[in-house]
């Protein structure tokens, strides 16, 4: 059972925007900032979305990220082919002396 | 180019202690601007963070939750690299177990990983 949750799966088409959410708690998401990973299939996961919106160098515009009290979203806009992968949003968690908690994961298929 | 490679064995039998290290190029094990993580995943439990270590004038290691009582994360300067121990392993701690960099200049956000080394518990 993940700290954080996310759906198991969304969908959409081509040039589509498809939004992935994130749920926490008061201890996690209410206090710190959310971060957003992609994984693709047999690589290690990429830093997508950090600081509560900021893109790495090399990641696309078309990825934006919010934050709403206990909750925290990833929206993908003009979706491509390419964005099929595997979603984590993870942040820092406050009680118990403090570690990581990550979501469990949501699989976005490009129909 | 900051680069990490995970090494260790493969394979590690229930009870004993299993040792991964990572290697760092690029970027220096001490230095006061990261933190150096490891990571596992596996399919029953996801992601899990499994514990840091960082220099700040001296060395401080965190742990994670379900690994608390088993863990030691350790950094060797004279060869620029950080280690994890997990003592008394199960089949559960078979997982892909991943070293990451978190950078203080985006909260440490984890924004190089290493390619991941995979590790079965089995007799």
């Known amino acids: 059972q993940s700290a954080l949750t996310q759906p198991p799966s969304v969908s959409g088409t081509p040039g589509q925007r498809v939004t992935i959410s994130c749920s926490g708690s008061?201890?996690?998401?209410?206090?710190?900032?959310v971060n957003w990973y992609q994984q693709v299939p047999g690589e290690a996961p990429k830093l997508l979305i950090h600081t509560g919106g900021q893109r790495p160098s090399g990641v696309p515009g078309r990825f934006s990220a919010s934050k709403s009290g206990t909750s925290a979203s990833l929206a993908i806009s003009g979706l491509q082919s390419e964005d099929e992968a595997d979603y984590f949003c993870?942040?820092?968690?406050?009680?118990?002396?403090?570690?990581?908690?990550f979501g469990g994961g949501t699989k976005l298929t490009v129909l | 180019q900051v680069q990490l490679q995970e090494s260790g064995p493969g394979l590690a039998k229930p009870s004993q202690t299993l040792s991964l290290t990572c290697g760092i190029s690029?970027?220096?094990?001490?230095?006061?601007?990261?933190?150096w993580n490891w990571i596992r995943q596996s399919p029953s439990r996801g992601l899990e963070w499994l514990g840091r270590?960082?220099?700040?004038?001296?060395?401080?290691?965190d742990y994670g939750l379900s690994v608390r009582s088993r863990i030691t994360i350790d950094a060797d300067t004279s060869k620029n690299q950080f280690s994890l121990q997990l003592k008394s392993v199960t089949p559960e701690d078979t997982a892909t177990y991943y070293c990451?960099?978190?950078?203080?200049?985006?909260?440490?956000?984890?924004?190089?990983w290493g390619q991941g080394t995979k590790v079965t518990v089995s007799a």
């Open positions: 990451a960099r978190g950078s203080i200049a985006i909260y440490e956000a984890f924004d190089i």
């Open positions: 008061s201890s996690n998401i209410g206090q710190n900032f």
């Open positions: 690029g970027d220096s094990v001490s230095s006061i601007a990261v933190v």
């Open positions: 993870a942040t820092w968690d406050d009680s118990q002396d403090g570690h990581v908690v």
């Open positions: 270590t960082y220099y700040r004038s001296k060395w401080y290691y």
